[in-house]
């Protein structure tokens, strides 16, 4: 099985930044798109962005011109580059990858267990 998992979260004043990575791993797969999600309490957990294997990128119109979305192929790494946060960017993020197994050709969305960041005013 795949397992991703987060790290880079944390506390961070408005303004400030921060660099979330999720590294995948597993036998036996190949990663297509991976992305970040976040939930904040009482809301939908919403897209934030979006990555595919050739560099292709998609942002939420919240986060664009703030966020960065890149991977590393090689060690099956997806980052979040956060600057100019605001308070309202405070919620669980969570990684999310589209893999296919290796076995049986089979498509799976896997997520990891998500990282908290809070944005103080």
């Known amino acids: 099985q795949v397992h991703l998992v987060e790290s880079g979260g944390g506390l961070v004043q408005a303004g400030g930044s921060l660099r979330l990575s999720c590294a995948a791993s597993?036998?036996?797969?190949?990663?297509?798109?991976m992305g970040w999600y976040r939930q904040a309490p009482g809301k939908q957990r919403d897209m934030v962005a979006t990555?595919?294997?050739?560099?292709?990128?998609n942002y939420a119109d919240s986060v664009k011109g703030r966020f960065t979305i890149s991977r590393n192929n090689a060690k099956n790494t997806v980052y979040l580059q956060m600057n100019s946060l605001k308070p309202e960017d405070t919620a669980v993020y969570y990684c999310?990858?589209?893999?296919?197994?290796?076995?049986?050709?089979?498509?799976?969305?896997?997520w990891g267990q998500g990282t908290q960041v809070t944005v103080s005013s």
């Open positions: 990555i595919t294997t050739d560099g292709s990128t």
């Open positions: 999310n990858a589209n893999i296919r197994a290796a076995w049986n050709g089979a498509l799976a969305d896997v």
């Open positions: 597993g036998i036996a797969f190949s990663i297509n798109t």
